[in-house]
């Protein structure tokens, strides 16, 4: 049975409706202010959101961090300890990172999560496009009276809260966006699949959000109690997890005219088939070497590629970009392995990061696509584990932008994630998985048969477990 058009439309109208009404309500209920903070409109929220607010304190968007039952032990993962190859990690890093926290003040370790003030609603429920966060200032945005310039030279505009606060409404891409199109340090580094474009997408770059029906982030991403389901891979270890979510949610029964096609989704994800390519507007980082960090080069002479992109920064090293790319398919049982810190590496191989498991003979097994996200980056040569890195940091910190120096950003970085620094660095090739959910195409435009099959077949089939293409049954 297919999710009716008629049924998102009036869900769609309902909100809209609903968001009028609140609208109204807010000017009077959050009265003439003034406030001089965000945690200040937040007291003013609390009186009437009481459990909304303390709701939302249990998810992952605030604690950023869970725990997890995994391999017979429990581990508390997230991205308060996961280690990546594009920013490194958390620890030491905090006031640039937590731009991106849905709080105020998370400025180092010692942020309190109980604090319900703390908590920011208007970066998620802001409707005016007026609201947003100041880079660098550990969630907080700009205030009236601060002079604030992000990059230096470019003046940053105070938040207008008492406008903002009286205009709250429900969430929307552009709120989500905020936050989800920036992951990696910017607009279309990280995930491939989730950059500006999907803002205001056209149906040929996503058919449910520039299509038609015009989806909302919420229409999959649905929430109770503020629980939204669809947890990101950098949290939920597994896809059995309740917040789960998939195609087949909406798209159930035998959703194709065809017998063949219908049989292929036992083993095949719908992604497979109606995500081509991602990065279709703006290229995604594919690459990113931080051993080459630190050069002094002219602007003039940095290179840049067939999209415009540089391909250097003195501050994170070299970078290759890609558009249009064809995702790796991966046999994938819900399960994510990841790596934990202090885990011991062979500095020898490219350490995965996070990898997906499943195989062809797992019955709980599908082929999905994926983004491969490949660099290099720094580690512990005497204790063989991947470093933690204090990249930015204020003048006469010892972080990586200010002196330029790895191993006093390497020592301070490891000290602030609690491990142990051996005193001597390397630098070792990561991998890390992103599994591709967006920029799904209408079925005219999905891969067709000879797409996957026959000799110019993008499908890898002895990496997937076969002889060969299965479509000859020698090979099965």
């Given at each position: ?16 409706v ?14 003439k202010?003034?406030?001089k903070?965000g ?10 959101h ?9 998810t ?5 961090t ?11 993962i ?8 594009f ?12 731009s ?8 180092d ?6 604090k ?11 409707t ?9 200032a ?15 030279g470019?003046?940053?505009p105070?938040a207008d ?20 199109f ?13 950059d500006?474009s ?20 919420q ?8 629980f939204?389901?669809?947890e990101a891979?950098s949290?939920?270890?597994?896809h059995?997890?309740p917040s ?17 096609v219908?049989?292929?989704t036992?083993?095949?994800a ?8 991602f990065?279709k507007a ?12 630190g ?14 992109m ?12 890609d558009?249009?790319?064809?995702p ?13 810190a202090?885990?011991k ?7 995965k990061?996070?990898h ?16 491969i ?9 005497g204790n063989?584990?991947i470093a933690y ?7 006469g910190s ?16 490891m000290k ?45 089939w002895?990496?997937l ?6 479509r000859?049954?020698?090979n099965?």
């Amino acid at each position: 049975m297919r999710t009716s058009r008629w049924a998102v439309a009036f869900s769609l109208l309902s909100g809209i409706v609903l968001a009028s009404a609140a609208l109204a309500g807010h000017v009077e209920l959050v009265g003439k202010g003034p406030f001089k903070s965000g945690p200040e409109v937040t007291k003013k929220c609390i009186e009437c959101h009481e459990k909304e607010t303390r709701d939302f304190m249990k998810t992952v968007h605030w604690t950023w961090t869970k725990e997890q039952k995994w391999k017979g032990k429990t581990v508390n993962i997230g991205k308060l300890n996961a280690l990546n190859n594009f920013c490194i990690g958390l620890p030491g890093n905090w006031p640039r990172c937590t731009s991106c926290h849905a709080g105020y003040g998370f400025k180092d370790e010692s942020f309190d999560f109980s604090k319900a003030e703390n908590v920011d609603c208007l970066v998620c429920h802001d409707t005016t496009g007026a609201y947003k966060k100041f880079p660098t200032a550990a969630g907080h945005p700009a205030y009236a009276g601060e002079a604030r310039e992000f990059p230096k030279g470019t003046p940053w505009p105070p938040a207008d809260l008492l406008k903002v606060a009286q205009s709250v409404g429900p969430t929307s891409r552009t709120t989500c966006g905020a936050c989800h199109f920036y992951g990696g340090g910017g607009d279309h580094v990280k995930h491939g699949d989730l950059d500006t474009s999907m803002a205001h997408p056209s149906p040929e770059i996503d058919i449910h959000m520039g299509g038609k029906s015009k989806m909302t982030c919420q229409a999959c991403h649905q929430a109770k109690d503020h629980f939204l389901k669809g947890e990101a891979a950098s949290v939920t270890l597994t896809h059995t997890h309740p917040s789960h979510i998939d195609c087949v949610d909406c798209h159930t029964g035998n959703v194709h005219r065809n017998f063949l096609v219908n049989k292929h989704t036992e083993r095949v994800a719908c992604q497979s088939c109606h995500i081509p390519t991602f990065a279709k507007a703006r290229p995604t980082k594919t690459w990113w070497d931080w051993s080459t960090a630190g050069k002094d080069i002219k602007a003039e002479d940095i290179p840049k590629d067939q999209y415009g992109m540089k391909l250097y920064d003195k501050m994170k090293g070299d970078f290759k970009w890609d558009k249009d790319v064809m995702p790796t398919y991966l046999w994938f049982n819900g399960n994510i392995e990841r790596y934990h810190a202090g885990d011991k590496i062979d500095p020898t191989k490219a350490v995965k990061l996070t990898h997906v498991t499943g195989g062809r003979n797992d019955p709980h097994s599908k082929i999905y696509p994926f983004k491969i996200m490949r660099g290099k980056q720094a580690y512990d040569r005497g204790n063989n584990t991947i470093a933690y890195v204090r990249v930015f940091g204020p003048p006469g910190s010892d972080a990586y932008w200010q002196k330029y120096d790895w191993d006093r950003a390497i020592a301070s970085g490891m000290k602030a994630a609690g491990q142990p620094y051996s005193g001597r660095f390397g630098f070792v090739e990561t991998t890390m998985i992103w599994p591709v959910h967006h920029m799904v195409v209408s079925r005219d435009r999905s891969l067709k048969c000879g797409d996957c099959h026959g000799e110019n077949g993008r499908f890898d089939w002895k990496a997937l477990g076969y002889k060969g293409d299965p479509r000859d049954p020698k090979n099965r």
